[in-house]
């Protein structure tokens, strides 16, 4: 298997594929795409991926790209962890979740770049518009963590990793967040394939 990630190791949803690949168990290699120089628009990339992003995977001749359906594959194909809750409500929540904090929370996404999470750069106060979607992230997560867990659901599923990546935007810049939610992305961030991805784009 082959899986596609930015050059530098910066890309959220490349992390929730790696970490998924690590979960798993499976052997795969890591090609680097230099997004600066749009070698996403190569005609070797151009080909098999359809968003033209990162990541995508390439499994014995099949590709797919966009993170989430990945993950989803992974976990429909091959044995190893769970990515997700066997519960199929709770896996339902878990996939809701993902997409959510894909496609919303726009102004914490730009002001807390993932930078803020790997590379700590100069920190600017939030504006407006990011503190409302902070405080509607802080919401939501303190309805969906079960008092008393570290985890979403009984057991770890991706979306644990994904919704600690987004708290750790604001966390890791030294923003105010509420301890239950701080504890709960520290205990997270810890896992050894979380980790993994951590030290690799640490490098960089």
Do not use: H
Not at 97 to 116: F, G, H, K, V
Not at 136 to 148: C, Y
């Amino acid at each position: 298997m082959k899986l596609y990630v930015d050059s530098n190791y910066l890309s959220p949803y490349a992390m929730s594929v790696f970490v998924g690949l690590r979960e798993k168990g499976l052997s795969f290699d890591t090609i680097l795409i230099n997004l600066d120089k749009a070698e996403n628009y190569a005609p070797q990339y151009t080909g098999f991926s359809t968003s033209l992003r990162v990541p995508a995977i390439n499994d014995k001749g099949f590709s797919l790209c966009e993170s989430s359906a990945i993950c989803e594959y992974l976990e429909d194909c091959y044995s190893g962890v769970a990515l997700y809750p066997q519960n199929p409500a709770d896996k339902a929540k878990a996939r809701e979740i993902q997409a959510w904090l894909r496609s919303d929370l726009m102004p914490i996404r730009e002001e807390r770049t993932t930078d803020y999470v790997f590379r700590k750069p100069r920190v600017l106060a939030l504006s407006a518009k990011a503190k409302v979607a902070a405080d509607k992230l802080f919401l939501a997560a303190e309805q969906l963590i079960p008092l008393g867990s570290n985890s979403l659901f009984t057991q770890w599923s991706i979306a644990d990793t994904d919704l600690a990546l987004m708290l750790n935007r604001l966390i890791f810049a030294g923003d105010p967040v509420p301890a239950r939610l701080v504890e709960f992305a520290t205990f997270q961030w810890q896992r050894p394939s979380v980790q993994e991805w951590v030290k690799l784009a640490s490098k960089y």
